[in-house]
């Protein structure tokens, strides 16, 4: 066996065991690649003139530090994990839905103007706020799911381009909105465009009591629809034919599949964790409709969270938390430290890249059907095949010149391509 084979093998190899690896395994890769990545970065920092060690203990610190930052961390993380659930529904069926930010703004919006025109109808109190929060997460829900089945149908029925109609949407969203909240819904004492503040009773409770602006009610909900829709996904007809759409839109089509339909609702799925990400947001974190220039860039962020989550719901949770305690950190360094932005951007960059790698890998694994046991090649006189199965290599003596000869799943010589075969391995006809 040449040398080139022989990497090419090995490396199969390597790609089998990512993607065989457990639970635990990939964990450990995963602190692995972290730990590298703040070496790496450490070593980038001294080169620059700065205390590494102050930078990485800031980091840290700024994300899990005090109570005050856990809060933050996770009403960030909360966020992210809503925003990279939304783009991983899409993205299971190939739909790229890069519109998220825009049908998050909606939702907020959508959620503000039901809280703020029930209230005058229902009396004050703890059940009213409790009325009022569940209206406005539906309203949320459904503005996001409207706002998604338009770039969903123009996809559909006139074989528009999603990643560019998404786009448009998102600007339009940002301006029509930006114009009636600087206008006839701004609230006359504020000089920011904003509406007026929702009750005092209209929210979620705290709980923890470290935060204002966080609650583990947000983070529940988050968490909820991460199982919501993990088991749609995996267990319902809706499911399966999103993910052979977008593993194979044309024998899901043969297969019976309605593929217009299955992308509007891939999009109206999307829109709706979108559209609870932005209800979510005006109610756990600023309690009103502010400009939507100003809003987080959640929806963008969130491609980032579920490509690093390979486009699975649960695994938007670690990498949610890996990116809401990465902006934490980064933004506590920022204001405690006299150290470059960029400087600590390249940092985090790393940090991404390292752990996102070693997942990217074992999704291309997958792709390209390895596992299942795969050994490296050279051991004990076996090389493995591209299929997967052992044959038989120089040390059984059965080729002179090195190479393995060809042989079937159960060691017999193969068959005479031109003579007749019967598939159940008789004589032949």
């Not at 692995?32 to 003139?49: F, M, W, Y």
Request: with cysteine.
């Amino acid at each position: 066996m040449s040398r080139a084979e022989t990497v090419r093998r090995n490396a199969r190899w390597a790609l089998a065991q990512l993607v065989d690896a457990s639970v635990a395994e990939r964990l450990v890769i995963a602190l692995a690649a972290l730990v590298a990545s703040l070496l790496l970065g450490g070593a980038i920092v001294l080169a620059a003139g700065h205390n590494p060690v102050t930078v990485v203990l800031f980091l840290i610190y700024g994300a899990i530090g005090t109570p005050g930052q856990v809060a933050f961390t996770l009403r960030k993380a909360t966020m992210l994990v809503l925003a990279g659930v939304a783009v991983a529904i899409a993205f299971r069926a190939n739909v790229f839905n890069i519109g998220v930010q825009g049908q998050l703004v909606v939702g907020g919006f959508a959620t503000a103007m039901t809280i703020l025109w029930l209230a005058p109808y229902l009396p004050a109190g703890g059940l009213a706020g409790l009325v009022l929060v569940a209206c406005g997460l539906v309203a949320g829900v459904g503005g996001g799911a409207a706002y998604a089945a338009l770039p969903g149908a123009m996809k559909a029925y006139a074989d528009a381009n999603e990643v560019v109609t998404t786009i448009m949407l998102n600007f339009i969203a940002t301006g029509v909105l930006f114009v009636l909240v600087d206008g006839p819904l701004k609230d006359p004492e504020a000089a920011a465009p904003k509406t007026l503040n929702f009750p005092d009773y209209a929210g979620f409770p705290s709980l923890l009591g470290v935060s204002d602006s966080f609650s583990l009610v947000g983070l529940a909900i988050a968490l909820a629809a991460v199982v919501v829709v993990y088991v749609v996904m995996t267990t319902t007809r809706f499911g399966y034919d999103l993910r052979t759409t977008g593993y194979q839109a044309a024998a899901s089509a043969y297969s019976g599949v309605d593929p217009e339909r299955t992308v509007v609702s891939t999009m109206v799925a999307s829109g709706m964790v979108a559209g609870l990400a932005g209800a979510v947001y005006v109610v756990m974190v600023v309690g009103y409709f502010q400009d939507p220039g100003v809003f987080p860039t959640f929806g963008f962020d969130g491609i980032a969270v579920s490509l690093l989550a390979a486009n699975n719901p649960l695994g938007a949770v670690p990498a949610g938390l890996l990116f809401g305690a990465l902006s934490s950190g980064r933004q506590f360094v920022d204001v405690n430290l006299d150290v470059p932005k960029e400087l600590i951007d390249g940092i985090v960059g790393l940090i991404v890249l390292f752990v996102a790698t070693p997942e990217l890998f074992r999704h291309l694994g997958r792709r390209a059907g390895l596992g299942g046991g795969e050994g490296p090649a050279g051991e004990e006189g076996e090389a493995v095949a591209d299929g997967g199965e052992p044959v038989a290599g120089p040390a059984d003596g059965d080729e002179s010149d090195g190479e393995p000869g060809p042989r079937t799943a159960d060691g017999d010589e193969p068959p005479d391509p031109d003579g007749p075969t019967r598939s159940d391995g008789g004589e032949p006809a």
